[in-house]
């Protein structure tokens, strides 16, 4: 019978054949999943919306410088409208009218001076000397105060007076009669301008003021200030400021990446742009974004490793123990108990618990069945002995009549009918005294047939040895059986018809194994042999016997004669191996 061992497919990390941890472990992965990707989400909302209110607060940044712009317009306005009703600065010269120039703009750094022009544009007083006759006529401002604006802003002008750029803020001058007869101005230095913004700037923030081309404006003193570097490029600059955007980002002239603002100034004739480095502005936000995403990410891990370190100390090696004891029962060794099991959880304890009560079960009914075996072992060997014992009853018998005969013939038919009985005697006894009643070694079982059919007498009176050559191997008795009669009569006819007129003779009794299902028995002789031309009916009982012998092993029949007679049988045997020892082989 051929035993198949049944094996457990290696654990892997996927598929039908992946273990308890890492399925767990995904199931864990794929729950933590959903609120690790919503915290993320959280977090880039949240990097978004301050990036949005960064934008937001660097836009009113430069909305309020823009705003203290507007505030030294309005104030220029104040002073301007003070001086128009100034009886000294009506009157349009004199040094009455110089000192109350003077006296409007004393203390006050962005006024570069005031004047007062008449109805034809010529500048008729000054807050500072004038070196020769100026007239502003041909400038727009003029012209829009003469056509009744009552307060004029300029776009950046070069002042011909004072020689240095600048804005101008001017309102009229009115008669009693309501008739425009001239204007009074200030003029706001460039160079006061540009150092309040330097000194604004701070660090490498960017703070700059722009014309309405998009040109920075600055200082005729201080052509190239440093300050300037932190501007993007002029061409990025006018791309802007045409898209109207208020916040862009871009690399400044220095190389460091800003997030800027623009703000209009005077109705869009004057731009202050703002920039702040992205490093200090969205620094912060950037490792705010950063923790968002790494918490849930440290969190799944830290998760992952808390249910792999929990399921290997509180299920894994609990099943690990339990499948030890399992393989130990397995193996036939009940006695072994699960008593470890007593420190794990509720669920393992009860699984070892029913481990335990599994084994004392099979304990006890494989000690019944060994007992039941034991008593049906010892019923077929008795049997097996009854059998032994009567077949020999009827050799005496056989005997005992066979002494009365004196026709040779019928005498040799006896001996015939003993050797066969005596075949299946030796076979009950083998089997009786086999330790495995299934089981019978073929060398010995052979050697002692052949010892018995010696000792038995056979016919005739030559001296003939018998050998026997066969592999160290078990067959059952099913083939036990017609093999050991099959010898019995292959022999027998051996020493009836092969040594006719010798004195000595051989018998060999070979068997081989061919194959692990094959074998070959041969039984040959040396002596005379046989005409192979006479057919099968002159055969004798012998021949009939072992034809007949051989159809019960299913096997193939072949005689031959060559310096004597071989009778060559092959037939279906599976090898088979001994579950126990040799009786002859243990000391």
Known sequence: MKHSKLGLAPRRWWGRNAGLRPRLVLIVGIAMLAPGVLAVLQAVSGYNSSVRYLQQNLAQAAQLAANEEENMISASREILTSLAAHPDVRAGQGAACRR???????GLDQYAGATVVNAQGVMTCSSGPMKAVITVADEPWFRDVMSGDAFVVSDLVESRWLEEWGMVTAVPLVDDKGVIDGSVALI?????????????ASGDTALALLDSKGDP????????PLLL???????????HL???TQTFTARGRDGTWRLYAISPLLEGRIFVILGTPMLAAMGPLALQVAWGVLTPLLMWALAIAVVWFGIEHLVVRWITYLERITSAYAAGRHSVRPERAEAAPAEIRSLGETFSRMADTIQSRESELRESLAQKEILVREIHHRVKNNLQLVMSLLNLHARRIRDPRAEAAFAEARSRINALATLHRRLYESENLQEVDLRWFLKDLCAELRRGGLPGTQEVDLTVDAPDEVIGPDIAVPLGLLVTEAITN???HAFTGAEHGLIEVIVQRESDEILLLCVRDNGRGFDT?????TAGLGRSLIDAFVRQLHGELKISSERGTQVEVRFKAPRRVSSTPHPQAVS
Do not use: F, H, M, N
């Open 242 to 244: 045409r898209a109207r």
């Open 217 to 224: 404006i600055t200082s005729k003193t201080e052509p190239a």
């Open 229 to 239: 570097e932190g501007l993007p490029a002029a061409d990025l600059i006018d791309q």
């Open 533 to 537: 031309g006479a057919g099968a009916e």
């Open 494 to 496: 051996a020493y009836k």
């Open 100 to 106: 109350a120039l003077q006296r409007a703009i004393g």
């Open 188 to 200: 706001i230095g460039l160079d006061w301008v540009t150092r309040r913004y330097q000194r604004a």
